[in-house]
């Protein structure tokens, strides 16, 4: 597995109209699925027992040090690999609560970023939420919003799990919609938890709807764990389904991430096989040959995968070195690689 997986889509008008501009404004918009970031304190309405010292995973306090320190590295690299260079507005996915993700903008790697903190306890039963982290310099939030997803099982008992996050805000005088999600498992199998995902995708769709309804040139990114690839139902036929206008069919989403995944590239192991779950999806207005949108659009995307990032022996060499492997503390940072995306304006737009 390569050191750092990175793919850069270019299209050539977007290369002519740029190419003698000498400075640009680029801002990254990333994604992590940080593996269970608890902190070691049993809450009694959830399940995290697990986590804690006398726990399935003895994890201690020292434990829980190290696990937000070695998560604070890899944000502040994400983009370009340099320290000190991460995302302007970061997703994150199967964190425990306020306090974990105010230890995490306050470590070292990070206090200099000045990130603030978007969080709601979800009803999940495990105590996982999605969450979103962004620099107040780079990105006003005008209106937030947590939905719930209402499930049921075949017995009719409810399926609690994560909410899905909404932020309309302005991000250097642009205004864009980010949707932070973090779909059902597929605990029981992709094909018998599929629905679950299908449901969860059509609620998505509604909610990107309903925004380009009262803003056709709206600008939204949709970012999370899917727990399903780029060519899935869930994706290409729930949350992409293309529309049928008259004699033409609109496709109001572009997936940057479903060439990676066709190329082999991935972000995490299930079952023994290589996923590309992580993804950042973008309305198609953002396309850099949309010569008719201003302000930013898209560069490139991006899994960040250094070598640090990798299991590099033993039976699961090549995957993600995870935090927890046989009710323990393994030591190593998640069992899914990070994504982003990059917008990209010149410095002449304003």
């Known amino acids: 597995m390569r050191f750092f997986f990175i793919i850069i889509f270019l299209i050539a008008s977007f290369q002519t109209n740029w190419q003698n501009s000498e400075k640009y404004h680029i801002k990254t918009i990333g994604f992590y699925n940080v593996e269970n970031l608890f902190d070691t304190v049993d809450d009694s309405l959830t399940f995290d027992e697990d986590y804690t010292l006398n726990g399935k995973n003895h994890y201690s306090k020292t434990d829980y040090i190290e696990k937000i ?32 993700l105010d230890d995490l903008v306050h470590t070292i790697k990070l206090q200099n970023f000045a990130y603030q903190i978007i ?20 990105f006003l939030p005008l209106e937030t919003k947590f939905i719930e997803v209402r499930l049921w099982n075949e ?24 949707i932070v999600n973090h779909w059902p498992s597929r605990r029981g199998g992709k094909s018998r938890s599929e629905t679950k995902r299908m449901k969860t995708a059509y609620l998505v769709r509604q909610l990107t709807d309903s925004i380009t309804l009262a803003n056709p040139e709206a600008k939204i990114l949709i970012l999370g764990d899917f727990n399903d690839d780029p060519i899935d139902k869930s994706i290409k036929k729930g949350l992409l389904k293309p529309i049928q206008a008259e004699n033409n069919v609109l496709y109001p989403f572009f997936n940057p991430m479903e060439v990676m995944f066709k190329k082999g590239w991935n972000s995490m192991s299930y079952r023994d ?77 304003k």
């Open 69 to 100: 320190n070695k998560t604070a590295r890899v944000i502040s690299e994400i983009g370009s690999g340099k320290i000190n260079s991460g995302p302007c507005i970061i997703g994150l996915a199967e964190i425990e609560n306020f306090k974990v």
């Open 119 to 138: 969080q709601k306890d979800s009803p999940d039963r495990r105590g996982i939420d999605v969450a979103l982290l962004y620099r107040e310099a780079d």
């Open 273 to 349: 096989g290589l996923h590309l779950f992580d993804q950042i999806i973008l309305s198609s207005n953002l396309k850099s040959d949309n010569s008719s949108i201003n302000g930013y659009v898209f560069y490139r995307a991006g899994i960040y995968n250094p070598s640090y990032l990798i299991s590099q022996k033993g039976k699961y060499k090549g995957y993600p070195l995870r935090s927890f492997e046989n009710n323990r503390y393994a030591g190593g940072y998640s069992d899914h690689f990070p994504v982003y995306v990059q917008l990209i304006k010149p410095f002449s737009d």
């Open 155 to 178: 017995r009719g008992e409810r399926i609690y799990t994560r909410d899905i996050l909404y932020v309309n805000g302005i991000l250097d005088n642009d205004e864009i919609h980010i």
